[in-house]
């Protein structure tokens, strides 16, 4: 299985604070990485897929770069309803895999 | 617009069996795959398998491989994950959701159901 790690577990900021989370493969998986957010309670959300693509209806402050292994997620100003947990997924080979998420608090 | 419900939540003993359910609305159900992901308390996010819901076609996680069985019924736009015997570590919410399988976005989850709670406890 690929695995998935993430960048920090968890992180505090303030509100317009730029945030950025890293999520690293165990090996080359290309564009093959989506970036979800989970609200306490709720399910989770797809806000980036093919590492940088926003998805429909998803705020512009969102954002994602890289390939291969290495990626990040960012918010560019921070806002009190972005506080949430964000996990990355690879798709490139199954089993698809998450990574183990970080909580973003304020 | 795209609606996954799932049943709800479940409480069992252990050994008992249980299938639980994902109603699809607002899209060609047969389109589309199906995912179900476990969450256990507290915990990340575990891809279990999928299904194609246009012929049954299923991938599993070898983590649940042989421990868990998806299925779908066309008919009523219906998704399952079911179980022949519950364990205590089985205690986690439950979501479906669909995937894209093809294009742009393929691989993406874009819409989830509200998860289901299935406590096993003696």
């Known amino acids: 299985d690929i695995q998935m790690t993430q960048s920090p577990p968890s992180l505090s900021a303030s509100v317009g604070d730029r945030v950025t989370i890293t999520c690293q493969a165990s090996?080359?998986?290309?564009?093959?990485l989506n970036w979800y957010q989970q609200k306490p309670g709720k399910a989770p959300k797809v806000l980036i897929y093919d590492v940088s693509n926003l998805q429909t209806g998803v705020q512009s402050r969102f954002s994602g770069s890289g390939s291969g292994i290495h990626f990040t997620f960012t918010i560019s100003s921070l806002q009190p309803e972005d506080i949430a947990t964000y996990f990355c997924q690879q798709y490139d080979v199954l089993p698809f895999t998450f990574g183990p998420g970080t909580k973003v608090e304020i | 617009e795209v609606h996954l419900v799932q049943s709800g939540g479940e409480v069992k003993k252990p050994g008992e069996s249980l299938r639980i359910s994902c109603q699809a609305s607002g899209y060609s159900f047969t389109n589309y795959w199906i995912s179900w992901v476990r969450q256990m308390p507290g915990k990340g996010l575990e891809w279990m398998g999928r299904?194609?819901?246009?012929?049954?076609?299923?991938d599993y996680s070898p983590t649940f491989q042989g421990l868990v069985t998806i299925s779908v019924d066309k008919s009523l736009s219906t998704a399952y994950l079911q179980w022949s015997g519950l364990k205590a570590s089985d205690t986690a919410k439950y979501y479906c959701?669909?995937?894209?399988?093809?294009?742009?976005?393929?691989?993406?989850?874009?819409?989830w159901g509200q998860g289901t709670l299935v406590t096993v406890s003696s």
């Open positions: 299904i194609d819901c246009s012929d049954s076609y299923t």
């Open positions: 959701a669909r995937l894209i399988q093809t294009g742009a976005a393929a691989g993406t989850f874009d819409n």
């Open positions: 090996q080359d998986i290309g564009n093959a």
